[in-house]
């Protein structure tokens, strides 16, 4: 083969890579869309029943929407206990619930339910073992708080656990919840 003939080649190879891998080549990004809907649906005992939980977002911008519903009641969660929580996974919430309740030194029938959402924590931080939990008594009345497992360094090498009620509409943010409880116990 003549070198005109080689050149020619080498250039047809090398137009045929740029044409073939052109549209390969840009930048590449992967992307998780954002949650739409997750629905759960649990077979809790009597008298709670089916247990059906659904959280939506449809659009940013647009109302959350947390609703659950049982044998006992039908409710959903004021849309501004689902906007303050610090990036929260609903992929991975789940639900509990018992037929009876501790008060005053015994056990008594009285249904409660609660959802346990895990918290990432504001940007640039990593909450672990931390979650909201939203906590619906046999009427439907819902309560809210904050659940967190500290770590404490050595000579301690134990956990202090945050499990303190965070009012839904009160402003405070679940950090300052956690910070408040912690200074009151020193």
């Known amino acids: 083969m003549t070198t005109h003939g080689l050149k020619s080649v080498r250039a047809l190879a090398a137009l045929t890579a740029i ?21 759960k649906v649990y077979a809790a ?4 029943g089916h247990l059906r939980v659904v959280y939506t977002c449809s659009e940013v911008g647009k109302p959350r929407i947390l609703l659950l519903e049982c044998d006992l009641f039908r409710r959903t969660a004021p849309v501004d206990g689902l906007t303050d929580p ?3 996974d609903w992929d991975r919430f789940g639900a509990a619930s018992s037929a009876t309740s501790f008060e005053d030194g015994k ?3 009285r249904p409660y339910l609660y959802l346990i959402v895990p918290l990432n924590g504001p940007r640039g931080e ?3 073992q931390t979650w ?4 619906f008594n046999a009427e439907g009345k819902l309560t809210r708080k ?15 656990m945050v499990w303190e009620d965070w009012e839904i509409g009160s402003g405070q943010s679940a950090q ?8 009151n116990r020193k």
């Open 19 to 39: 044409f073939l891998l052109g549209p390969r080549a840009e930048g590449h990004e992967d992307m998780i869309a954002p949650l739409v809907k997750v629905e």
């Open 45 to 48: 005992p009597k008298p709670i």
């Open 86 to 88: 610090p990036r929260p």
């Open 107 to 109: 056990w008594i029938d």
């Open 126 to 128: 990593n909450w672990d």
């Open 132 to 135: 909201a939990t939203f906590h």
């Open 146 to 160: 904050i659940k967190r497992f500290i770590p404490l360094p050595p000579p301690q090498d134990t956990v202090d």
């Open 176 to 183: 300052s919840v956690i910070e408040a409880t912690r200074a």
